[in-house]
């Protein structure tokens, strides 16, 4: 239920943490920059309803990992809801969660708006596809609140963000997401992750927003390359009238040295 207006969701995206809490991603150590994260949210968060985490959340696939998001993010006490990245393994995730306020459920249902999780990853790559399952799970849960506004997060873009080397990493079958997403004219908005950068555009009505990660940036270039540019979260607003209000806020400073000769990661 709707209660307090607006309701505020958080989003948080592309962790990328490892078992071992000093290792780098690029010279970025990932345990860390999440904590400037969580402190940034601390300091500017006074009221949150619930956070969604776009993917990405381990960089190794490891138990340790998920369990150090979840004990991280349980001083907000609200709910956390997750979608896996093309670096998590769903097995080890459904063997971690539900774990303190993370929970496995997929669909969000408040007062007259929901929100929808996918799973976009594609086993062992690193672009995305939707299963023919996930987009018959998404039609089910549109069919069933036609008057709900409908918010669909996953990790993989399913729009060009204008770089070259992550938009052929991006959905595959983005084509037949929107073809079932058209059909539906109460679907808002879509969340996703992926491209550690901050990113907005509309397609057929609908808007796209992506979030820059908790750690390494990328630069929106045809080329891999990392940006000098803090860690950040989004957040977003809700009314109850459909109006839907958001933005991105950063840490003031980068956190650790990257790497900025990196071709790759
Ligand atoms: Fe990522």
């Not at 920059?33 to 619930?50: C, P, Y």
């Not at 340790?64 to 998590?88: I, M, W």
């Not at 204008?162 to 997403?181: P, T």
């Not at 907005?200 to 540019?229: H, R």
Request: contains cysteine.
């Amino acid at each position: 239920m709707i209660e307090k207006v607006p309701f505020r969701l958080i989003q948080i995206s592309d962790i990328h943490l490892f078992a071992d809490a000093k290792r780098d991603l690029l010279g970025v150590k990932t345990e860390d920059s999440f904590q400037a994260v969580i402190d940034l949210l601390h300091q500017h968060e006074k009221h949150m309803d619930l956070i969604l985490l776009s993917g990405d959340i381990a960089q190794d696939n490891s138990h340790d990992a998920y369990v150090r998001v979840a004990q991280a993010l349980e001083s907000f006490h609200v709910p956390v809801y997750c979608v896996p990245g093309n670096h998590d393994d769903p097995h080890t995730m459904a063997k971690v969660y539900p774990l303190a306020t993370i929970s496995n459920e997929r669909h969000i249902v408040l007062k007259n708006w929901h929100i929808i999780l996918l799973n976009s990853q594609r086993h062992q790559a690193v672009e995305g596809n939707f299963a023919e399952s996930e987009l018959i799970y998404l039609q089910r849960c549109l069919q069933k609140y036609p008057e709900h506004h409908a918010i669909i997060v996953f990790h993989h873009q399913p729009v060009p963000v204008g770089s070259k080397w992550l938009d052929n990493l991006g959905l595959k079958n983005a084509k037949e997401f929107w073809r079932v997403v058209k059909q539906y004219p109460k679907v808002h908005t879509v969340l996703f992750g992926h491209v550690h950068q901050e990113f907005e555009t509309m397609v057929e009505g609908i808007k796209c927003y992506a979030v820059p990660s908790t750690c390494i940036q990328f630069k929106c270039q045809d080329a891999f390359k990392l940006e000098n540019l803090p860690p950040g979260y989004r957040w977003v607003d809700l009314y109850e009238d459909g109006k839907l209000v958001t933005g991105v806020r950063r840490a003031a400073n980068y956190v650790g040295v990257y790497d900025p000769h990196a071709k790759g990661y």
